[in-house]
Structures are given as structure tokens and as C-alpha cells.
T-cell receptor
Framework: KQEVTQIPAALSVPEGENLVLNCSFT??????LQWFRQDPGKGLTSLLL?????REQTSGRLNASLDKSSGRSTLYIAASQPGDSATYLC?????????????FGKGTKLTVNP | GAGVSQSPSNKVTEKGKDVELRCDPI?????LYWYRQSLGQGLEFLIY????????KSGLPSDRFSAERTGGSVSTLTIQRTQQEDSAVYLC??????????????FGPGTRLTVL
């Protein structure tokens, strides 16, 4: 059974700092990995999707890496801003029929202080 | 364009009552998913629909939970005889197809269910 763990559970940083969020998963047989952002009372917004054959994806100040063999992914946020404050969720998708669902970690709650 | 919509946004009910939660996926999306987010827990998968195929119900926690998708579009999640442990945010997502593994799942804002 796939399990996804995110460390740390919460992180508070001053504005402008670069930071890394970590995600690990127990079963390396995945098709892709997604990073989402969730604001309080809101749904999830997809940030980056990395296919299992890829090593990283970039979007603006965000960079996500994937090391499938070791079951790890990181989300790097450059020059953090108060508007980045949110909960960041990592999710993996299995590659066999019947595992199209996403398995989520519990998230990292990020606070960027002005 | 319009995203995934869910209604109601909030629902308060008494223990033992039945509730229905609605999801309108993005037009043209053939895959639809229901997830649940409980306090202190991560999101957990409940059920998913792909086109006219039989739904994957493997995540439903009990037989009090059921879902249907009419006409390949709107979906309704029904919880019968609600219990306090059913209190959670219920999230719906859709994607172009679950069979295309590059497809991103787009999430609705969720329905916050409180069972008193």
C-alpha cells in the first residue's frame, strides 16, 4: 500500500528566503507525482506535475524534483513571498489499472512572514 | 473557463440524517473523483468514475456511502445515516481522462460537512 510522507509538517520563514519542502513515498512504481497548493477554505490548485520518466519540472519560482528510485521529491520555492503562505500537498499516482487515484501526504503548512 | 463546482459549500446535519453532495466537473472531462479531507488527516480517495466504465469504489469507508454520475457529467455523493466521524471536507476533482496518465486532476472548492 502506497504511503506518502511530507516533512516538515509546518514551516515558518521570513520573506525572501529560499526553501525546500520534502515528500517521500514508499512504492516507487508511480506514474507521476503532483504538488498542490491549498489555501484555507479553498480547494486544491495544481502547481507542478512530474512524470515518472522526468527528473524535474519548473514553473516560475517553483522547481520540483523527482527521484523515483529513492522514493523522494522536493519542492523548491525561490525568494518566498507572503502570498506563498498555504499548505502544500504532494500526491502520487500509481501505474497499474485500478490505481488511477491520487495518494496524498498530509501536507506542509508554510507561513512566509513579511 | 468554468472550473469544478461543488454544492453546497457548507452542510450542517444531525446524526442519522442522509445528505447529498453535488459535483459539476469541467465540461468535457470524462474522469471524476471524490476525496475526503478530515481534520488532521490527509486527503483520502473515496471513488472515481471514468466514462461509462464501472466506478472504482475501493475507497468508500462503509456501505452508507454511495455515489452516482448521471449522463457522464454531474455526480452526487450520498451519505446515509450520517455519523459524527463523517464530518470532513469532501472534495471533487475531474480530469480529461484517467487513462491518460499525464492528465492533471482539477479540484473543486469542496463541501464542508458537519454532523452534529
Amino acid at each position: 500500500k502506497q504511503e506518502v510522507t511530507q516533512i516538515p509538517a509546518a514551516l515558518s520563514v521570513p520573506e525572501g528566503e529560499n526553501l525546500v519542502l520534502n515528500c517521500s513515498f514508499t512504492d516507487s512504481a508511480i506514474y507521476n507525482l503532483q504538488w498542490f497548493r491549498q489555501d484555507p477554505g479553498k480547494g486544491l490548485t495544481s502547481l507542478l506535475l512530474i512524470q515518472s520518466s522526468q527528473r524535474e519540472q519548473t514553473s516560475g519560482r517553483l522547481n520540483a524534483s523527482l527521484d523515483k528510485s529513492s522514493g523522494r521529491s522536493t519542492l523548491y520555492i525561490a525568494a518566498s513571498q507572503p502570498g506563498d503562505s498555504a499548505t502544500y500537498l504532494c500526491a502520487v499516482r500509481g501505474h497499474i489499472r485500478g490505481s488511477e487515484k491520487l495518494v496524498f501526504g498530509k501536507g506542509t503548512k508554510l507561513t512566509v512572514n513579511p | 473557463g468554468a472550473g469544478v463546482s461543488q454544492s453546497p459549500s457548507n452542510k450542517v446535519t444531525e446524526k442519522g440524517k442522509d445528505v447529498e453532495l453535488r459535483c459539476d466537473p469541467i465540461s468535457g472531462h470524462t474522469a471524476l473523483y471524490w476525496y475526503r479531507q478530515s481534520l488532521g488527516q490527509g486527503l483520502e480517495f473515496l471513488i472515481y468514475f471514468q466514462g461509462n466504465s464501472a466506478p472504482d469504489k475501493s475507497g468508500l469507508p462503509s456501505d452508507r456511502f454511495s455515489a452516482e454520475r448521471t449522463g457522464g457529467s454531474v455526480s452526487t455523493l450520498t451519505i446515509q445515516r450520517t455519523q459524527q466521524e463523517d464530518s470532513a471536507v469532501y472534495l471533487c476533482a475531474s480530469s480529461l481522462s484517467s487513462r491518460r496518465f499525464t492528465d492533471t486532476q482539477y479540484f473543486g472548492p469542496g463541501t464542508r460537512l458537519t454532523v452534529l
